[in-house]
Every structure is written in structure tokens, then in C-alpha cells.
């Protein structure tokens, strides 16, 4: 059997699929009760009547009336926007483009963490991850939705992947493009939460989860360019938003945004934040589950060796573990302290332990990972097969949740 996660044959298999469940999800008109992705599609559907210049100024059209929000839609940046509105010039309803884009997003998401973790381990355990990953609650949550969670999710992994490149030696340029396009993508999409895709850069720098014995230099330089890139992404479409709207997008975006985070008094900062922490740990532990239980017992089971040394004797795969609860811990840490709470924003810290714990599951429950390549083996094409089955049945039940 080819070492490669994906086949040649499953490559155009998913491709196939996702067309699939695009036009079926097109066909039925499908729209979400979750009142963000019914915003943003909304706000999709409506920006695409509009001439292309002024694609990169949304309004809030009236479709969040019960908070009396006008004018000029500064929430987030245009990104997911501009990808649903410009579905529709290939013929895609922009109100179903915004869900087209995050039906896309997650495959990719999906793929891409995929393609990490078989860096890290064995094929087996990355292509048994590709099942595993589908079968938790944040899955089933976010399987069809119109919001940004998911392409930021991809921005996420893409730098992560360039990082990945740099450390097998490929062509230098390479790991920086992907680098590059996940900080900036990143920016465009959710603004502020470009954060935690930095936060993550960090994480992976300081663990090497591949024990790569590539200058640490290299991959420093490619993230420093890729936040020029950001940078200069930023200026550009500010320059384009004044040239449109007659006033910037970013001053008022951060005054918007990191206005109301912080905590005031400390004794109520206090016991907010503890809570805002447990509101956290309990997403992070129940979205990913069982796999998150997975991991916890094994972290249990190897609680006496986690010592200061253990990091420099770890394998691989202990040292994908710790990046995925340091990146996970850290971004906890990094989001109590605001003062806005959702369990949204605990969307990629969820599937870092996801990743991790499917890993775990395949170890601590031997008979799962047997199961797993049985079905492999016999069903073609298993971990694709799977989506689109658990996509149409998504699509059928429609907006019963």
C-alpha cells in the first residue's frame, strides 16, 4: 500500500464529493438556525447584489435588527464575505455560497490536520484520524454552518503546514507562501484572531513537533516575512476600504474590538476570569469528545514522566501531543481575560485536542484502531465516504437541529 495519506483515486474521490454536496446543498436551499451563519448569509446574499468595488464594505442590511446594528458591518474583515460573493458569478446563490465556503472549509480543515498528524505519526493513524475527526460533537455542531470558524481554522493549519515544509526541507519559498497566506488569510477573515494563529507559529517553533534538525533560523525568517505580508495585505485593504467608504477599516475595527475585553475590578476580574476559564475547559474537553477523554487518560498515565526533561527525549508523537495542549492551554489563557465569551472562540484550541485525542484513542483503545483498518480495507475510499453520508444526512434533516 502507497505510504501517501490520500490516493490518487481518493484525491478526485473527495473532489467529486464536495461538488456533490455543494449542488445538493445549493438545490435545497439549505439555510442554518445558528443566528451567526443566518447574519453572515445573509449579509452574503445581500452584498453580492452591490458592484464588485464595494464588495469589501458590507452593511448589517437589517438582518440582526434586535440589536438596532446600521451602517457600515465592521465586525469582522470582508474575507468570508468576498469568497461567498464571488461564488456567484460561477451561478451559486450568495445565501448558499456562504454555506458552499464552509462546507469547504471544513473539508480542508479536515485534510489538512490530517496531513499534520501523518508528519508527526503513522499513515494509519492519520488516515484513521480522518474518521475519528467527524465523529465528536464539534463536528456535528459546526458540520454545515455560514460562519468563520472554519476558514480561519484553514489559515490556521496552512501556517502550521508551511512550518511543516521548512522543517522537511522543502524549497524555502514554499513554507513562507503558506505561512504568508495563513497570517494574512487569517487577518482578512477574523481580524483579531489572527492571534491565536500567531500564537500557534510559537508553539510549534519552541516544541519542533517533527524533531526537525533544520536550522531554527529558517523557519524564524519565513514567519517574519510572512508577517510583513500580513502587514502589507493590512494597508492595502484599508487603502481599498478608504477609497470605497471614505474611512478606515482597522482604526475603528480594534476601538470596536478591544474596547470592551478587558475585566475591570479585580475582584470581579477575578472570579469572571476563573469562570471564563471553566467555560472553556469544559468546550475544549466535551467538543473534542471521547476522543479529549482519550488524551486525558494517557496524559494521567504518563503523569509521573512529564517532567522539565521529558520534552528533549520525547518522540514525535509525545511532542505533537504537547503542542496540541500547550497551543490548547495557552489559547484558554489567551481568551478568558475578555470580557466577550463564546464558545466559538475555543474552535481551534477544541480540535488541537481533537487531534491529539483521536491519536490517543487509536493507542489507549487498541480495538478501535483494529476496527478502523478493517473498514479501511473494505470500504473504499472509508474516511471520504464517511463525510459525504454524514454531509447529505445534515443536508436532509435540514434546519431541525
Known amino acids: 500500500m502507497p505510504d501517501r495519506l490520500l490516493s490518487v483515486s481518493e484525491r478526485w474521490t473527495w473532489t467529486a464529493f464536495f461538488l456533490i454536496a455543494a449542488t445538493v446543498l445549493v438545490a435545497v436551499g439549505f439555510s442554518s438556525p445558528d443566528p451567526d451563519s443566518a447574519l453572515y448569509a445573509g449579509i452574503a446574499d445581500r452584498l453580492a447584489q452591490e458592484p464588485v468595488r464595494r464588495w469589501i464594505a458590507p452593511e448589517w442590511w437589517g438582518f440582526w435588527p434586535e440589536a438596532q446594528m446600521t451602517g457600515l458591518f465592521r465586525e469582522h474583515p470582508a474575507g468570508v464575505f468576498l469568497m461567498s460573493a464571488a461564488l456567484t458569478r460561477v451561478g451559486v446563490p450568495a445565501a448558499q455560497g456562504a454555506y458552499v465556503i464552509g462546507v469547504g472549509a471544513g473539508l480542508a480543515s479536515l485534510l489538512l490536520m490530517a496531513s499534520l498528524i501523518r508528519r508527526i505519526t503513522t499513515r494509519d493513524e492519520a488516515r484513521a484520524a480522518l474518521v475519528l475527526l467527524q465523529l465528536m460533537p464539534v463536528a456535528f455542531i459546526f458540520r454545515i454552518r455560514a460562519n468563520h470558524e472554519y476558514p480561519i481554522l484553514v489559515c490556521l493549519l496552512l501556517a502550521l503546514l508551511g512550518l511543516a515544509w521548512i522543517g522537511e526541507r522543502r524549497p524555502w519559498w514554499m513554507g513562507t507562501l503558506a505561512i504568508a497566506a495563513g497570517l494574512a488569510g487569517g487577518l482578512l477573515i477574523k481580524g483579531v484572531f489572527v492571534v491565536l494563529i500567531l500564537l500557534a507559529i510559537a508553539v510549534w517553533l519552541a516544541i519542533n513537533p517533527q524533531r526537525s534538525d533544520v536550522p531554527r533560523g529558517r523557519s524564524v525568517l519565513a514567519v517574519v516575512a510572512g508577517l510583513a505580508a500580513m502587514v502589507a495585505v493590512a494597508a492595502a485593504y484599508d487603502a481599498q476600504y478608504l477609497s470605497v467608504t471614505g474611512e478606515t477599516f482597522w482604526g475603528p475595527y480594534w ?25 472553556y475547559i469544559s468546550r475544549v474537553i466535551w467538543h ?16 509521573s514522566r512529564l517532567t522539565p526533561q521529558f520534552l528533549a527525549r520525547a518522540d514525535m508523537r509525545q511532542r505533537g501531543a504537547a ?25 481551534a484550541a477544541s480540535f488541537a485536542v481533537a487531534c491529539a485525542g483521536a491519536v490517543a484513542a487509536l493507542r489507549e483503545w487498541p480495538a478501535v484502531g483494529a476496527r478502523l483498518r478493517a473498514l479501511d480495507q473494505r470500504i473504499p475510499a472509508l474516511p471520504a465516504t464517511l463525510w459525504i453520508v454524514l454531509i447529505l444526512l445534515r443536508l436532509g434533516i435540514g434546519s431541525w437541529r
Open 323 to 347: 503542542f496540541a495542549v500547550v497551543f490548547a492551554v495557552l489559547s484558554i489563557l489567551t481568551l478568558s481575560p475578555a470580557s466577550r465569551l463564546a464558545e466559538r472562540y475555543a474552535f
Open 255 to 279: 476601538r470596536r474590538q478591544l474596547g470592551p475585553l478587558s475585566i475591570l475590578t479585580p475582584l470581579e476580574g477575578a472570579s469572571t476570569l476563573a469562570m471564563h476559564v471553566a467555560f
Open 288 to 303: 473534542p469528545a471521547p476522543w479529549s477523554i482519550a488524551l486525558v487518560v494517557t496524559l494521567w498515565r504518563f503523569r
